[in-house]
């Protein structure tokens, strides 16, 4: 399994960025994707989550309203697009890949992560 950030880089305070992740190598559209981000000194954190369909989102409320989770399953990609970007979010942006059976964590995928710069 093969997960690939790609979108990261520098932006001023306010404004955008999209990551992308690329997969390969398992399943895709079985999977939940989820996006982490680890700021320096600190634990990696959940940002947002797409069902394995897309019906279904959640984000934590220090990103809600401005980053955006999406996912296209006939190209293998999930999509974070961040809007009004603030000094705190950054970080590295880790895309993740998750699948439970009967309940049971049975895998558990990440990729290398893709540097979030916010600075004026």
């Known amino acids: 399994a093969r997960l690939v950030e790609s979108g990261g880089g520098l932006v001023q305070p306010g404004g955008s960025l999209r990551l992308s992740c690329a997969a390969s190598g398992f399943t895709f559209c079985n999977y939940a994707m989820s996006w982490f981000r680890q700021a320096p000194g600190k634990e990696r954190v959940l940002v947002a989550t797409?069902?394995?369909?897309?019906?279904?989102?959640f984000y934590p409320d220090s990103v809600k309203g401005r980053f955006t989770i999406s996912r296209d399953n006939a190209d293998n990609r999930v999509y974070l697009q961040m809007n009004s970007l603030k000094l705190e979010d950054t970080a590295v942006y880790y895309c993740?890949?998750?699948?439970?059976?009967?309940?049971?964590?049975?895998?558990?995928?990440w990729g290398q992560g893709t540097q979030v710069t916010v600075a004026f």
């Open positions: 993740n890949a998750k699948i439970h059976v009967r309940g049971n964590l049975r895998n558990d995928y």
């Open positions: 797409i069902t394995s369909t897309g019906d279904n989102t």
